[in-house]
């Protein structure tokens, strides 16, 4: 069995794959279909390695140099590769891993694919207390929007369920309730687990909100967002 590795504070050069409206929390899991040639490479050299990578979202306006080197956000996650497909024509097919949060300090090479000296950035726990009380809104509110959704809340349910930490709770959370990338890539951005959790409190209320509204009106949410 593969082990998930230590995490270091800081590393002096690591893979960075940068994707357009893309977030991966830190201790959520994602797969990824890797078929551009320069990315092909990066996951090979990642593989051969340690086989980390730091996948980051791509800012607005990224079509415009897509094939070059658009601008990215400074802050993503660095993750690992836990399975991979190599399939016959080059492509993979991946399943990875967040292990925590990082920050591009240096970009080292843009050509054929960007590596990064990176700062692991921790979760900031902040007041016992804060943390108890923000995460008691939180858990009520989403528990009232499972209510509300029935059947479709099951990934809320597995969510709770998963883990009674409440910064990795938090992370898995915004997964389930941001879908916006802007919204997502704020709340990555957010160290604070007292804060997280109230921003996510009043995600999760407005989401509410606009179920109970959808639902006096006859009509069902056409995102069938938590399905």
Not at 80 to 92: A, P
Request: proline share 6%.
């Amino acid at each position: 069995m593969q082990t998930i590795p230590i995490v270091e504070p800081r590393y002096e050069s690591v893979p960075v794959l940068p994707l357009p409206n893309f977030v991966l929390f830190p201790q959520t899991t994602t797969r990824l279909h890797v078929f551009e040639e320069r990315y092909r490479m990066l996951v090979a050299e990642a593989l051969a390695g340690s086989r980390l990578v730091v996948l980051v979202g791509l800012k607005p306006g990224w079509q415009q140099d897509y094939h070059g080197t658009p601008p990215s956000y400074e802050v993503g996650s660095l993750c690992r590769i836990v399975n991979e497909e190599r399939l016959g024509d080059g492509r993979f097919n991946l399943f990875v891993h967040a292990l925590a949060r990082a920050r591009l300090r240096t970009i080292h090479s843009f050509t054929p694919y960007r590596t990064a000296e990176i700062e692991v950035h921790n979760d900031d726990a902040g007041d016992a207390i804060a943390v108890q009380d923000a995460m008691a809104r939180l858990v009520a509110t989403v528990r009232g929007l499972m209510v509300q959704r029935g059947e479709h809340a099951a990934s809320l349910a597995a969510a709770l369920s998963s883990t009674a930490k409440p910064a990795i709770l938090t992370h898995r959370l915004a997964s389930v309730l941001a879908f916006e990338p802007e919204v997502r890539q704020r709340l990555l951005e957010v160290a604070s687990v007292p804060e997280r959790a109230e921003r996510l409190a009043e995600l999760a209320g407005e989401l509410l909100l606009r179920s109970t509204e959808l639902e006096l009106a006859g009509h069902d949410d056409p995102k069938a967002w938590l399905n």
